[in-house]
């Protein structure tokens, strides 16, 4: 890669500033920074209290878990104008919600998710080719024949089940080993070493042991390929010269960690959504050609990131009439931006027949998922085969005894027992 990544913490015009990335002093003119909510009343809405803050303050001072200030965006407008306004970036020694990093923390080569251009743009210029519409329509029959095995498998075993660990899970994983050309001897525990990765909380040591893991065992496959190289991601980026085992290995670890747990969570709890809407489960029963809509739909009413994307101020401006400061940490709530109605009419009623558009349920900008694309065949598929192969598809306990799962970056159920004799 030409030149390289070297971060510092504070630019050389703020290092006599009196005061750290983010600190900001009280005065009387500013109302108290809010904190970000974390009770649900209703497992398919965002936190309670984002309607309130996208209503009366859509860019409101934000209390941080590390003691420090940053903001909260809840508006659709304000989130996406963040996300294209160069003078905001993903530097990972600035990001502390909705847990804080490391200053110090080195970024591993490849790692490109957390880098801002020209790095970002020639990292995923790389990837880009592994996701052109070619290599996906030559993915969707092999995404097929997993959704099929798998809905088979339960058929034959009955029900109830648990629609995680029977379908959601496994489908989601052998995806994504179908795109890299892998196949995990011990899917479920690589599958929890990704959860490790992606969850919340003080206990840095959990997170980097699996982060580790997923490394180790990706970084097999990457020597592997080198040697035996095939017609997937994988072979094609250890084809390129420019790129080192340790950036593959990197690059695979973030795509695998990043698209298997939310499209696991998506089937899961876009199922569950479905079936606690009896109408709209009719609806797309009754025409399945609304299945491209209620996927965008889904996607918008879920918004399964449920603490959002951040970004940094890389300087001092104002924005919006706030005086944003360097190193400032944006935290923009994609779900509240999605159920804004200056955006959405009715927007807390899922509605499969919604003109699709505009949801931020994939990012937007350069950073805009990479996987998009993969996410919405894979979760068509997966919606179309679970409902044509299950007309009697059921809630197999009351909605109370379903758990749910808040503990991780991504939200989604733990479990989901169904039935449908």
């Given at each position: 890669m030409p030149g390289g990544i070297g971060y510092p913490i504070m630019p050389t015009e703020h290092a006599d500033s009196g005061g750290f990335p983010g600190e900001w002093k009280m005065t009387k003119s500013q109302p108290e920074p809010v904190r970000h909510p974390?009770?649900?009343?209703?497992?398919?809405?965002?936190?309670?209290?984002l309607r309130e803050l996208r209503e009366q303050r859509p860019l409101a001072r934000m209390h941080c878990p590390d003691g420090r200030n940053g903001w909260l965006v809840t508006g659709h407008a304000l989130v996406r104008e963040v996300l294209v306004d160069p003078r905001f970036g993903?530097?990972?020694?600035?990001?502390?919600?909705?847990?804080?990093?490391?200053?110090?923390?080195?970024?591993?080569?490849?790692?490109?998710?957390?880098?801002?251009?020209?790095?970002?743009?020639?990292?995923?210029?790389?990837?880009?080719?592994?996701?052109?519409?070619?290599?996906?329509?030559a993915l969707e029959p092999q995404i097929e024949r997993v959704v099929t095995a798998h809905l088979t498998a339960m058929r034959r075993a009955g029900g109830p089940a648990d629609l995680v660990a029977s379908f959601a899970a496994p489908v989601s994983g052998r995806v994504i080993g179908e795109l890299l050309g892998v196949r995990i001897a011990d899917e479920a525990g690589?599958?929890?070493?990704?959860?490790?990765?992606?969850?919340?909380?003080?206990?840095?040591?959990?997170?980097?042991?699996?982060?580790?893991?997923?490394?180790?065992?990706?970084?097999?496959?990457?020597?592997?390929?080198?040697?035996?190289?095939?017609?997937?991601?994988?072979?094609?980026?250890?084809?390129d010269d420019e790129l080192t085992d340790d950036e593959i290995t990197t690059m695979a670890a973030m795509l695998v960690t990043a698209a298997q747990d939310t499209t696991t969570s998506m089937l899961a709890l876009g199922t569950y959504a479905l079936l606690s809407h009896p109408d709209q489960l009719a609806a797309l029963r009754g025409d399945p050609s609304l299945i491209d809509?209620?996927?965008?739909?889904?996607?918008?009413?879920?918004?399964?990131?449920?603490?959002?994307?951040?970004?940094?101020?890389?300087?001092?401006?104002?924005?919006?009439?706030?005086?944003?400061?360097?190193?400032?940490?944006?935290?923009l709530s994609l779900s509240a931006a999605n159920r804004d109605p200056a955006q959405f009419p009715d927007p807390d009623r899922l509605n499969l027949a919604r003109p699709a558009g505009g949801?931020?349920?994939?990012?937007?900008?350069?950073?805009h998922c990479l996987g998009a694309q993969l996410a919405r065949i894979e979760l068509r598929i997966g919606f179309s085969g679970l409902l044509r192969e299950f007309p009697k598809l059921?809630?197999?306990?009351?909605?109370?005894?379903?758990?749910?799962?808040?503990?991780?970056?991504?939200?989604?159920?733990?479990?989901?027992p169904v039935d449908w004799t």
């Open positions: 974390d009770v649900r009343s209703c497992p398919f809405d965002p936190y309670d209290g993903s530097r990972l020694d600035l990001q502390r919600f909705p847990m804080p990093v490391d200053a110090n923390l080195q970024v591993p080569p490849g790692m490109f998710s957390v880098l801002d251009p020209p790095e970002h743009t020639w990292y995923r210029r790389k990837l880009a080719g592994g996701f052109s519409p070619r290599r996906m329509r690589f599958r929890k070493a990704t959860e490790q990765v992606l969850a919340l909380g003080d206990d840095e040591e959990r997170v980097s042991a699996g982060w580790r893991e997923v490394c180790a065992v990706l970084g097999e496959f990457v020597r592997d390929k080198r040697q035996r190289p095939g017609d997937d991601l994988l072979s094609v980026l250890t084809a809509g209620a996927v965008e739909e889904l996607l918008r009413y879920l918004t399964i990131n449920h603490f959002g994307a951040t970004r940094a101020a890389l300087a001092d401006f104002e924005f919006h009439g706030e005086s944003i400061r360097y190193g400032d940490l944006m935290t949801h931020m349920s994939f990012g937007h900008g350069v950073h059921r809630l197999a306990v009351p909605p109370e005894q379903i758990p749910m799962r808040d503990d991780t970056i991504i939200y989604g159920v733990r479990c989901l």
